[in-house]
């Protein structure tokens, strides 16, 4: 069985995403606070799920679904360990569901809330339609999505490293844009979701944004947490000769997005010696970087 593409992007940089005083205040702006029945959908390995647990009106119970079996039986395990530690006052169930058909009854829950799902999803509205139809009249959907052509900003970072060059910046911009506008045209999810929430939150009202106040930090000698997660990751990444996409995948989404097959394999060898330079300037001691990650959050009610 192929190994869903989530295992690529399900570990703990995801932490580093939130300052937990920023979802404080997302939770109390938008009344997740007032929740305590919160369904997550595309749960994962649960790390939104437990980071808005404390958050929530207590006794909080958070019902997770995921389409991979697998990340449920993760979830669970990472959930009891979650619990004894922190003495929370809640539960945390995951069990197998789908986004567009979720196995339960209308009007269930308080809130509906997801991370990084929508942005797979053929049909992100559909799936909207679905957290609508399972919360309570008047209750809260939220998502919480990014614009991933805002990496882009990074490239700044290497304007005078050896090697790069504005055409080689350009040939960067061009495969980012072919690989997420191919990925989109093939119905296999949108990179760039993020730009759309407005758009797909229509159907909510008192709906609010927000984006998170974390900035993406790289910076000698790269000591927390969050540093040493992101390097471990380029590390093997380089290791693979890998980009921020596996070579098959870059390729069909480069071709979907109308890039000529003969230019793949020397668009793809940027990628990866873009990456190689940003590894080389880190184990140097001479990278250092402040770029904002676009992840936003999208809030709205379902009409009483
Ligand atoms: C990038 S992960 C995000 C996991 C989690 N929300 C988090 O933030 O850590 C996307 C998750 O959505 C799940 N997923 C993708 N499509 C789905 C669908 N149609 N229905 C339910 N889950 C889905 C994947 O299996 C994966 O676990």
Redesign the pocket.
């Given at each position: 069985m192929a190994e869903?593409h989530?295992i690529r992007?399900?570990d703990d940089t995801?932490n580093a995403w939130w300052n937990d005083d920023f979802l404080a205040l997302v939770a109390a702006r938008t009344g997740l606070d007032q929740c305590s029945y919160v369904l997550d959908?595309?749960?994962?390995?649960g790390?939104?799920g437990r980071r808005i647990a404390p958050l929530l009106k207590t006794p909080f119970e958070i019902m997770g679904?995921?389409?991979?079996p697998q990340?449920i039986d993760v979830a669970a395990r990472r959930a009891r360990a979650f619990l004894s530690q922190s003495k929370l006052d809640g539960s945390l169930t995951y069990q197998s569901?789908?986004?567009?058909a979720l196995p339960f009854g209308d009007h269930t829950f308080d809130a509906v809330v997801?991370?990084?799902?929508l942005m797979?999803?053929r049909d992100p509205a559909a799936a909207l339609r679905e957290f609508a139809r399972v919360v309570k009249p008047g209750g809260l959907v939220l998502a919480a999505e990014p614009n991933n052509f805002g990496a882009l900003q990074r490239l700044a970072n290497d304007l005078d490293a050896p090697g790069a060059s504005v055409e080689a910046h350009l040939l960067l911009v061009e495969a980012h844009a072919r690989i997420i506008a191919g990925k989109r045209a093939l119905g296999e999810g949108d990179n760039a979701l993020g730009a759309r929430l407005p758009a797909l939150f229509r159907p909510f009202e008192s709906t609010q944004f927000f984006t998170t106040d974390r900035p993406y930090v790289l910076a000698p000698p790269y000591e927390s947490d969050a540093e040493q997660l992101v390097i471990e990751r380029l590390r093997e990444r380089c290791e693979r000769d890998e980009a921020g996409w596996s070579r098959g995948d870059a390729r069909r989404y480069w071709l979907a997005g109308g890039g000529a097959l003969e230019r793949f394999e020397s668009v793809y060898a940027s990628m990866v010696e873009h990456e190689k330079r940003e590894l080389a300037a880190i184990d140097a001691g001479t990278h250092a970087e402040l770029s904002a990650i676009v992840h936003f959050v999208a809030a709205g009610r379902t009409k009483r």
């Open positions: 869903p989530s992007v399900l995801r959908v595309g749960c994962g390995h790390h939104f679904v995921d389409r991979e990340w569901g789908i986004a567009e997801c991370q990084t799902v797979h999803l």
